[in-house]
């Protein structure tokens, strides 16, 4: 007996799901049990629609509204369930998608260590709210591990449940090869007080028009780097604008103080000193007092033993916590990430599925162009260079004047808050307006072809351009 | 997709708040989109119960009139949804609407029993098990009058009345009365606890695990056994007398004793929940009421659903209980009489009801009649009209303490929220363990439930379970659009409504928007970051007046002129006409869109707030006082920086002065 909206009455074995996506239907009833995962996979090319049919179900932290279609297209995720729960599952195309339903058992999850860490945070956050002390901050997490550790769907998780419990924490992405609601090769830091778009990966940003779910204001440093150690003088500078810009958030936003700070960060691999002196600079930059070290026993021991007796700028003892990896985290390769950063200029330009942006394409003269290139500087003196901190008298060129050239072509340039006659200095700590992508680039002419977001001059604002993201080139095939 | 769904789930609000009559018509349309949406069977249901709950009593019966033509024309699914919440959405209406209007929903429960004229299906409309409490009930509530009032009520209750709006070929009422009840008179016994069919459904745990279960006298339903003639056509008259000591009122105290025990329990479990503070002292008061007073029997039967709902919501785990749905009921709210204990039918049916029975002496078709005088004051004030015969409003009173239960949430179980579509045979898995040690028990507070996890991965890989319900149905209900939760107290009940209101601009908006281009915004300089503030759920634009008197922590910007960016080219690259320089284009969140900050439009120009306020001089002092001069250009840099000041002081200021 099958009674739509009824699932209880589905009498479909519970752990079928994926035997069910390769039968006939289109359309799956799961089953989830407490602490059970449905994980899967959808390719660029087609989609996958999940209802939430009864009980409760997250993903990334962030509950599905029973009934509501959630469409997921280019992803490797999963939806869980602490009270269990009944999804529909349609997909346009049966045979693209692969799925699965991790069984655990309470004690097996990784995800109840989640929650207690963000109960013990919230905990501490409710201190920081009732705390005589005006100053008193909520917790600064930072959130480290090797590549493919869950760290972003941690950060993620951690936030949505403090917006659930109805907190307003700041998050800051200091990992420069994916982006949080801005493109790829930024820093940025962003408030979420409300909801995520869980079709997404972190929610949309402010267009000229309405958002049926609420929008988040970015603020965005560009690096142009995929990696941290490529340039790390430019990296800790911009962590260090980042910081700065965070605390001030914090110390004139109380419902953000009380909060605190959740910070993602770029995969770590321990035997590198300088990743490890990164994150270093990135607790002392942002007063970073607990340390969650996802997937790597070594890791965590070497910042215990970095952090150990040391204090934040508060005073606070920095806490180190090591925790396993989700077993669910999906293996991402490089061509998948590709598409993931293709898909973010996508959308950045030209809306998702749900609603389409209508980007301006102009034709600029080379003239009228000032663009700095962002080249990288390994820190080749880091050996013997003990200071973590970056020194502002001892720049050299971190970017560089160019000439727009056939090198620029299907580049994805940062508009800086800047202005054309402004030192490099001052253009490289600015903060992104915006980006715009090179369609085409005409040497004789001396023109230059531009996608922007907003169909109206760019004014005199520098732009930046880095290698990373790099070149996309089927961005409008 | 999604907002699609919500469209057509709007649509079907719309067309609901708008049913003000018996219009066939439109009971129609609204029956089509049923039919057209049985995917959103579930969603559709809700918001139909929903509506009949919170509707004006005059919109009851309309509505009440699309269900039945819901369930008669379309059938299942809906029939299985409203079934689950029909004795609730039933007795509320019953409770709160005149004389003339319960006879015609008597006349509709009566087809109800029977399967659809001119069908094959040779069912009953909904299953008995449905019906049966409502009838109980109803005739429990009629019992307790006195004799000639059933006697009067049993000939009102027969009257053959046609329906006008409905498609079936056969009126549903035009049938003899003995046929209509008679297939309940020999039927089986009442079962226990029939009247927590609407609960049942929640799967409880056997109630051997819990201590503070009472014993099987208390267990039993509110119709005992010797109740059994009430399945009898009610006019009959013969059972009067011996349904009367129905219920013990020691039976009674010993189910709320045993209630009380266990909200102890469960107090010391979650001192952080009110609401389970408030439920226990609902409980002591009315233990205190049934210890001073001798209650009439249907005030016993009340009580007794009560508590019996209430029993149900205890026992389930934490993890299951569904969120507190708080009903408002009309009734609950009409003040009895203190001064005379024996409360009257009346103040259960309301006034006038037997001089709005005498009144109806033979059937008439509903819609023409006019209504008996005394029912049409009950319509137009309910509570007071109700209330009148009464004087005063004891806090002793039993209703109001109905009341109270109902408010503190203690009627969950009888009201499963939309988001809390059972999952039965999954969280009995979830271990209770309850409480675990090393928590103490104390003031409210996160401390008291973190204090024990330490930032070690022993200590945080140790499941919790009481910390779960703190995510879920601690935080209240789900939003049907978006999944975000809302308390149900009075302050979530504020910020459900603002989102409710934001939701529907939003949704406006977005109508409007997708006949225009959008594109992405840049995003926003250092400082406009630094000093945006996040506003949830406040539509700026409806009120743009009151910024003033709100905190810092949630006005967005200082400035408290702004206008939508036009989108008017011309308009776009107009100026200040008095200081001749742009507006400052800012992304206000709460207004979902660009604004001009500091801008306002004096017929048809627009101007600089502060610029106008200066010339026309209307705030007093703002002109003389403010030392920036707007007509300076600067190089593009700084004048971005003192721009940034200058509004921010010119934002303060008028603070100041407002």
């Not at chain 1, 035997?19 to 994980?39: D, G, H, K």
């Not at chain 1, 080249?375 to 004047?401: H, I, L, N, Q, R």
């Not at chain 2, 006038?352 to 005088?373: D, E, F, V």
């Not at chain 2, 660009?594 to 600089?608: M, S």
């Amino acid at each position: 007996m099958s009674i739509p909206g009824l699932g209880q009455f589905s009498s479909a074995a519970t752990t079928a799901a994926s035997a069910a996506a390769a039968s006939a239907s289109a359309i799956t009833t799961i089953s989830l049990q407490p602490f059970w995962e449905y994980r899967f996979e959808v390719p660029f090319s087609s989609s996958l629609t999940i209802r939430l049919l009864s009980g409760t179900a997250e993903k990334d932290g962030t509950e599905l509204a029973p009934k509501n279609p959630y469409t997921f297209s280019g992803t490797k995720s999963k939806i869980n369930t602490w009270l269990g729960c009944e999804l529909e599952v349609t997909s346009d195309n049966p045979g693209a998608y692969d799925a699965y339903t991790a069984e655990h058992a309470a004690d097996e999850s990784p995800l109840v260590s989640y929650l207690n860490l963000h109960m013990k945070l919230e905990g501490l956050r409710s201190t920081a709210a009732k705390a005589m002390n005006t100053e008193a901050m909520g917790p600064r997490v930072l959130v480290v591990g090797p590549d493919a550790s869950g760290k972003t769907s941690l950060a993620k998780m951690l936030t949505a449940w403090a917006t659930r419990m109805g907190r307003q924490p700041l998050v800051v992405n200091t990992d420069p090869t994916e982006g949080i609601l801005s493109l790829p090769g930024t820093l940025s830091a962003a408030v979420f007080a409300t909801l995520m778009d869980v079709t997404t990966e972190w929610g949309g940003t402010p267009t000229s028009g309405p958002a049926g779910i609420p929008v988040k204001l970015p603020l965005a440093y560009y690096y142009g780097l995929e990696r941290p150690d490529q340039n790390p003088k430019l990296f800790r500078s911009l962590l260090s604008r980042l910081a700065a810009a965070s605390t001030s958030r914090l110390s004139e936003d109380p419902d953000v103080r009380h909060s605190g700070m959740v910070i993602d960060s770029a995969a770590v691999d321990a035997s590198k000193p300088g990743d490890l002196d990164i994150l270093a600079h990135i607790v002392a930059e942002f007063s970073a007092n607990i340390v969650v070290s996802l997937g790597s026993e070594r890791v965590t021991a070497e910042l215990a033993r970095r952090f150990a007796g040391q204090k934040t700028s508060l005073g606070e003892e920095i806490a180190v916590v090591g925790l396993d990896k989700s077993s669910g985290v999906a293996e991402r390769d490089a061509a998948f990430m590709q598409r993931v950063r293709e898909k973010a200029i996508k959308e950045y330009f030209f809306g998702d599925a749900k609603k389409n942006l209508s980007p301006g394409t102009q034709n600029i003269g080379f003239e009228s162009v000032t663009a700095w290139k962002v080249a990288e500087a390994p820190d080749s003196t880091s050996a013997e260079d003990d200071d973590d901190f970056y020194d502002p008298g001892a720049t050299d060129s971190v970017v560089e004047k160019v000439e727009p050239s056939d090198m620029m072509l299907n580049c994805t340039l940062a508009v800086m808050y800047a202005g054309t006659r402004d030192p490099p200095d001052a253009i490289r700590d600015a903060n992104v307006m915006g980006f715009v992508y090179i369609t085409d680039v005409d040497e004789k002419k001396k023109r230059l072809k531009v996608l922007a977001p907003v169909n109206a001059r760019l004014g005199d604002r520098p732009l930046l351009w880095g290698s990373w993201p790099e070149p996309m080139v089927s961005l409008l095939g | 997709m999604a907002s699609q769904d919500e469209g057509f789930l709007e649509d079907f609000r719309d067309a609901l708040e708008g049913l003000q009559l018996n219009s066939r018509f439109e009971i129609q349309n609204l029956t089509m989109i049923a039919r057209e949406s049985t995917e959103e069977a579930l969603v559709i249901s809700q918001a139909l119960q929903d509506h009949i709950k919170r509707a004006a009593p005059h919109k009851k019966l309309p509505a009440l009139y699309v269900l039945d033509s819901i369930v008669k024309n379309v059938g299942t699914p809906y029939t299985i949804f409203f079934g689950k919440r029909l004795y609730n959405t039933f007795m509320e209406a019953y409770a709160s609407v005149d004389m003339a209007t319960r006879r015609k929903m008597d006349e509709m429960l009566k087809t109800w029993k029977e399967p659809i004229p001119g069908s094959i299906d040779t069912r009953p409309v909904f299953a008995p098990d449905v019906t049966r409490p409502i009838e109980n009930a109803l005739m429990q509530a009629r019992a307790s009058g006195n004799q000639q009032l059933r006697r009067m009520m049993g000939p009102g209750r027969q009257m053959p009345q046609g329906v006008p709006y409905r498609d079936s070929p056969t009126p549903p009422a035009a049938r003899p009365p003995s046929q209509s009840n008679g297939g309940y008179i020999g039927g089986p016994p009442p079962i226990p606890g029939v009247n927590n069919a609407p609960y049942g459904q929640h799967g409880q745990p056997p109630p051997a695990q819990y201590p503070y279960h009472q014993p099987p006298s208390s267990q039993s339903t509110p119709q005992p056994p010797a109740n059994i003639p009430a399945f009898q056509p009610p006019y009959h008259g013969s059972y009067g007398m011996a349904a009367q000591p129905t219920i013990s009122t020691d039976a009674l105290k010993e189910d709320i004793q045993g209630l009380i025990t266990a909200f102890r329990a469960e107090f010391a479990r979650n001192p952080q929940d009110p609401s389970i503070q408030s439920k226990l002292k609902a409980l002591l008061d009315l233990q205190g009421i049934l210890q001073a007073q001798n209650l009439p029997q249907d005030q016993l039967v009340l009580i007794k659903n009560q508590i019996a709902g209430l029993a149900v919501t205890i026992r389930a785990p934490p993890a299951q209980t569904p969120t507190p749905v708080p009903i408002s009921q009309p009734v609950a709210v009409a003040p009895p009489p203190a001064a005379a204990p024996k409360v009257s039918i009346d103040s259960i049916l309301g006034s006038g009801a037997l001089a709005a029975l005498l009144a109806r002496g033979s059937g008439t078709p509903q819609a023409s009649t006019p209504q008996p005088p005394p029912a049409t004051v009950a319509i137009r004030s309910p509570p007071p009209q109700r209330a009148e015969p009464q004087q005063s409003a004891a806090p002793a009173d039993p209703m109001a303490l109905l009341g109270m239960l109902r408010k503190a949430g203690m009627l969950t179980a009888a009201t499963p929220s939309s988001g809390s579509t059972p999952v039965p045979s999954l969280t009995p898995t979830v271990p209770l363990p309850f409480p675990p040690p090393g928590i103490p028990t104390g003031p409210p507070s996160m401390d008291n439930f973190t204090g024990d996890i330490a930032f070690n991965a022993l200590s945080l890989k140790q499941f919790r379970p009481h910390l779960v319900p703190l995510m879920f149905e601690a935080l209240g209900p789900q939003c049907t659009h978006c999944g975000r939760r809302f308390k149900t107290d009075d302050e979530g009940k504020k910020k459900k409504m603002a989102h409710m209101d934001w939701h529907f601009k939003v949704n406006q908006r977005i109508a409007e928007a997708e006949k225009s281009g959008q594109h992405r915004s840049w995003f926003v300089d250092e400082t406009d970051w630094i000093n945006t503030r996040e506003t949830i759920d406040e539509d700026r634009i409806a009120a743009p007046g009151d910024a003033s008197g709100t905190q810092g922590s949630s006005s967005k910007t200082p400035n408290l002129h702004y206008i939508p960016v036009p989108s008017d080219p011309v308009l776009k690259n107009s100026v200040c006409p008095i200081c001749q320089e742009n507006f400052k284009q800012i992304y206000l969140d709460d207004a979902g869109d660009w604004v001009w900050e500091d801008a306002i439009n004096v017929d048809g120009r627009i101007y600089h707030a502060s610029c106008h306020q200066e010339v026309t001089g209307n705030v007093a002092g703002v002109g003389t006082s403010n030392p920036y001069t707007r007509g300076t250009p600067e190089p593009v840099l700084g004048k971005r920086k003192a721009e940034d000041e200058l509004a921010g002081l010119r934002g303060k200021m008028k603070l100041e002065t407002a």
